[in-house]
C-alpha cells in the first residue's frame, strides 16, 4: 500500500477491531434494550446492528459508485426512509448473519481500499447525508458512522 492509503487501512482495521469486540460480546438479552426512539419507532441493538450491517455495505456501493464516475447517491435519496425500510428487510435475518454481513463489509473494504489507486481517494460523490464526500471520506465515515452506533449501544446497555 502507498504511503496515503496505509493510514486509511490502520484507522478501518483499528477501529473494526475496537467495535468488533462489543458488537460480538453482546448478550441475547442485550440485543433487545431500546437504543434510539419510542414504540415501534424505535430502535433495539439489533435493530442498529441491522443497520450497520446494511450501511456499511452501503456506504462501500458508493465510494465504488464514485470511484466509477457516478453519483454516490441519488439527489432526492430519502436516507430515512432508506435506513428504516433496511431494518425491516433484515428483521429475519439472525444475529450471527448480522454479524457475519458486518464483517464481510469490512473485509470487502479493505480490499476495494488495497485495489484502488492513489488518486481514486480523491474523486467525490453525494453522500446519503447529503453532502460531497471523498472516496476516502466515504471510508472514513464507514469508521465514524460505526464508532457512533457502537457508542451508543454500549450507553444503551450500561458499559
Do not use: C
Amino acid at each position: 500500500m502507498t504511503d496515503r492509503k496505509e493510514p486509511l487501512r490502520e484507522t478501518l482495521e483499528t477501529a473494526h477491531q475496537a467495535s468488533w469486540s462489543v458488537l460480538i460480546g453482546l448478550s441475547t438479552e442485550e440485543y433487545n434494550v431500546r437504543v434510539y426512539g419510542e414504540g415501534a419507532d424505535g430502535w433495539t441493538v439489533r435493530d442498529v446492528v441491522a443497520h450497520l450491517a446494511d450501511a456499511e455495505r452501503g456506504l462501500l456501493r458508493q465510494a465504488r459508485r464514485v470511484t466509477q464516475g457516478d453519483a454516490g447517491v441519488p439527489s432526492d435519496f430519502d436516507r430515512d426512509r432508506w435506513n428504516r425500510s433496511a431494518v425491516r428487510r433484515k428483521a429475519s435475518a439472525s444475529v450471527q448473519e448480522l454479524l457475519k454481513e458486518i464483517q464481510s463489509g469490512h473485509d470487502e473494504a479493505l480490499s476495494f481500499l488495497q485495489d484502488l489507486d492513489v488518486e481514486g481517494l480523491d474523486r467525490s460523490g453525494m453522500g446519503s447525508m447529503g453532502t460531497v464526500l471523498t472516496v476516502e471520506g466515504f471510508l472514513r465515515r464507514m469508521v465514524e458512522h460505526r464508532q457512533e452506533h457502537v457508542n451508543d449501544i454500549r450507553k444503551a446497555i450500561g458499559r
